[in-house]
């Protein structure tokens, strides 16, 4: 759990502004969510350097809020999900299969929040993910659908995949992810997460790649391609050399690393 004194960096690092009044709700539970995802990025810089991640919730909080970084799902929902359960709200973690572009089917290497508010209700949170996905928490309803920031999400259940999260792309529903719901512990993610760290097939290997949520779009980065996304549209440039690589991480993610 963290402590008050830390919660209150963890909010100002989100873009708000903590006060111990607060009830855990579903109001607070979107602004936590569109906070972290609009003032954390996305990015596997370490991964790409050698550096050894850890999924400890301190080492977590001090890479996140101290050294004010980023990092990818294992990283970003591990840390969304003991600020949650720091601030009175019931957490589960799951493990879920990422499946948008896939043609076959794929491990699970993916970590999902599901948080009970102080009404009795779930949520799907997730702050972990690069590629245009929910901004708020989704209702963990079966037949829920989310319209939020132009984009559109619903969620089922299928007899394989069990809970399959899809989002409407070009008036067609496409899966996103799916997961089940056996519960995951935080030791549970440490294989998975190593895999991605050295695995030489693992997507995160491959070079740079850096996300963040604006209010209607993102800004990435994917190798030598920096783009600005409104909506699907796309203003993009390739990234000429390392000086403008470290301004443009500097001016639009926060960070101060190559």
Not at 11 to 20: A, W
Not at 60 to 72: A, E, N, P
Not at 183 to 212: K, T
Not at 227 to 249: M, N, P, Q, S, W
Request: aromatic fraction near 12%.
């Amino acid at each position: 759990m963290y402590s008050e004194k830390q919660l209150v960096l963890i909010f100002e690092r989100f873009g708000l502004t903590f006060d111990p009044e607060l009830e855990p709700d579903d109001a607070l539970l979107a602004d936590l969510q569109l906070g972290m995802a609009t003032h954390v990025p996305y990015e596997n810089l370490d991964i790409l350097h050698g550096t050894p991640l850890s999924l400890d919730y301190g080492d977590l909080y001090d890479k996140i809020v101290v050294r004010h970084r980023g990092g990818y799902c294992f990283e970003l929902n591990g840390f969304l999900g003991e600020v949650l359960r720091s601030l009175g709200y019931e957490v589960t973690e799951l493990m879920a299969r990422y499946l948008r572009g896939e043609t076959e089917i794929p491990m699970r290497r993916h970590r999902v929040v599901i948080a009970r508010d102080c009404c009795g209700r779930r949520w799907i949170c997730d702050a972990g993910i690069g590629q245009s996905a929910p901004r708020l928490p989704l209702p963990f309803e079966e037949g829920a659908v989310s319209e939020q920031f132009g984009e559109t999400y619903r969620v089922e259940k299928e007899p394989f995949f069990g809970w399959v999260i899809s989002d409407l792309h070009h008036g067609e529903w496409r899966r996103f992810y799916s997961f089940t719901e056996e519960e995951q512990l935080n030791i549970d993610y440490v294989m998975p997460s190593f895999w991605c760290e050295h695995a030489p097939e693992s997507p995160f290997r491959s070079g740079p790649s850096l996300s963040i949520k604006t209010k209607d779009g993102r800004i990435t980065v994917d190798g030598n391609v920096f783009r600005i996304f409104h909506g699907e549209a796309a203003v993009e440039k390739t990234i000429a050399d390392e000086a403008e690589r470290r301004a443009l991480y500097r001016e639009h993610f926060g960070l101060d690393v190559i």
